[in-house]
T-cell receptor, first 111, second 115 residues
């Protein structure tokens, strides 16, 4: 069974304190790994797609990386507006376009 | 572009009542999805559609039905609501091309309470 585990469940950072969010996965065959951001009361917002081990993508203070077993979302010098829940999802070969989501990591950045 | 829109935003039902949630997208996407999101459970796929007139079951389909009569619309129906269906429901859509699948774009959600 395909599984996605995100850790930690919650993370509190001081503004400017860099850190990483982890997404580990166990799948039969990875087609793609997706990161989303979700603000309270809103739908998930797409951030990145990673397709192969070693791939990296960046957007402002965020950088996503991928290995054969896990992905990291690195947050450099976070600001309070980076506070949100970050969701990781995998798309598996042979499963059409379906995504399997992790439970999310709630990030809180204090000014 | 409005992207993915959902109607209604909030709804309260009594046990046994029925309702339909409407999802509309203006991105000409082939694929559409319905998820539910519950505390501690993450997003779970209810039903999805790979094109007009087609639907398929996801991870948690029991108690729900769907229809995709038009490419831009995907309807989720609850025939006899139960308190266990209290949740936030999200619709999403995605593009596909030659067997490649791309990111899903989500609507703002519908918060449903069943009493």
């Amino acid at each position: 069974e395909d599984q996605v585990t995100q850790s930690p469940e919650a993370l509190r950072l001081q503004e400017g304190e860099s850190s990483s969010l982890n997404c580990s996965y166990t799948v039969s065959g990875l087609r793609g790994l997706f990161w989303y951001r979700q603000d309270p009361g809103k739908g998930p917002e797409f951030l990145f797609t990673l397709y192969s081990a070693g791939e990296e993508k960046e957007k402002e203070r965020l950088k996503a990386t991928l290995t054969k077993k896990e992905s990291f979302l690195h947050i450099t010098a976070p600001k309070p507006e980076d506070s949100a829940t970050y969701l990781c999802a995998v798309q598996v070969t042979g499963a059409n376009s379906k995504l399997t989501f992790g439970k999310g990591i709630t990030l809180s950045v204090r000014p | 572009n409005a992207g993915v829109t959902q109607t209604p935003k909030f709804r309260v039902l009594k046990t046994g009542q029925s309702m339909t949630l409407l999802c509309a997208q203006d991105m000409n996407h082939e694929y559409m999805y319905w998820y539910r999101q519950d505390p501690g459970m993450g997003l779970r796929l209810i039903h999805y559609s790979v094109g007009e007139g087609t639907t398929a079951k996801g991870e948690v389909p029991d108690g729900y039905n769907v229809s995709r009569l038009k490419k831009q619309n995907f309807l989720l129906g609850l025939e006899s609501a139960a308190p266990s269906q209290t949740s936030v429901y999200f619709c999403a859509s995605s593009y596909s091309s030659s067997g490649d699948y791309y990111e899903q774009y989500f609507g703002p959600g519908t918060r449903l309470t069943v009493t």
